[in-house]
């Protein structure tokens, strides 16, 4: 069936360090791909997405790319901050269900600290 | 702020028990989504509404049931509630019912615990 694998955290970096969170997928068909980040106490907010292969999606600082070849949207950002702790979601939008944005599923996430 | 409003935040409840939880999507969205996050499971898709009517069901259980009402404030109700059901529900709203144009709102939550 279709699904999302993220690496395991937590992970820990000092500020300024370079950060990348693995994400693979198993989908039939076209689904779009998404990185979403909770804040402590908050709901989920998009960072980016990408919905189709090659396509590049970007957000302050943070980038991915939507790799068919490899089944990966791996996340990155060059220089991290104190104020990008979070954890951090990999997602795709459910084939099964039309490729909707709302009928995602989820990776497990990732639990990012960012120590000065 | 997401514009989402999810009701109560915290609720504690014994077994056997039934909760509502309430959701008023962002002002002009017109889908609803039901999501519950735990431990083991993650987050997982419960349902989906839109303008009224279901439009996908996910890994919800045949104790849970949703709805979404004319003004668009969605309610998901859990009956006959065990220990595994504690965990943060969350709601999401959208403008539109499918399509890749149309990204998800999310709420703050609500934990619910069971005792």
């Known amino acids: 069936g279709n699904s999302v694998t993220q690496m395991e955290g937590p992970v820990t970096l000092s500020e300024e360090a370079f950060l990348t969170i693995n994400c693979t997928y198993t989908a039939t068909g076209y689904p779009s791909l998404f990185w979403y980040v909770q804040y402590p106490g908050e709901g989920l907010q998009l960072l980016l997405k990408a919905t189709k292969a090659d396509d590049k999606g970007s957000n302050k600082g943070f980038e991915a790319t939507y790799r068919k070849e490899t089944t990966s949207f791996h996340l990155e950002k060059g220089s991290v901050q104190v104020s990008d702790s979070a954890v951090y979601f990999c997602?795709?939008?459910?084939?099964?269900?039309?490729?909707?944005?709302?009928?995602?599923?989820f990776g497990k996430g990732t639990k990012l600290s960012v120590k000065p | 702020d997401s514009g989402v409003t999810q009701t109560p935040k915290h609720l504690i409840t014994a077994t056997g028990q039934r909760v509502t939880l309430r959701c008023s999507p962002r002002s002009g969205d017109l889908s609803v989504y039901w999501y519950q996050q735990s431990l083991d499971q993650g987050l997982q898709f419960l349902i989906q509404y839109y303008n009224g009517e279901e439009r996908a069901k996910g890994n919800i259980l045949e104790r849970f049931s949703a709805q979404q009402f004319p003004d668009l404030h969605s309610e998901l109700n859990l009956s006959s509630l065990e220990l595994g059901d504690s965990a943060l529900y969350f709601c999401a709203s959208s403008v539109s019912g499918q399509g890749n144009n149309s990204p998800l709102h999310f709420g703050n939550g609500t934990r619910l615990t069971v005792t």
């Open positions: 997602a795709l939008s459910d084939p099964d269900y039309g490729g909707s944005q709302g009928n995602l599923i």
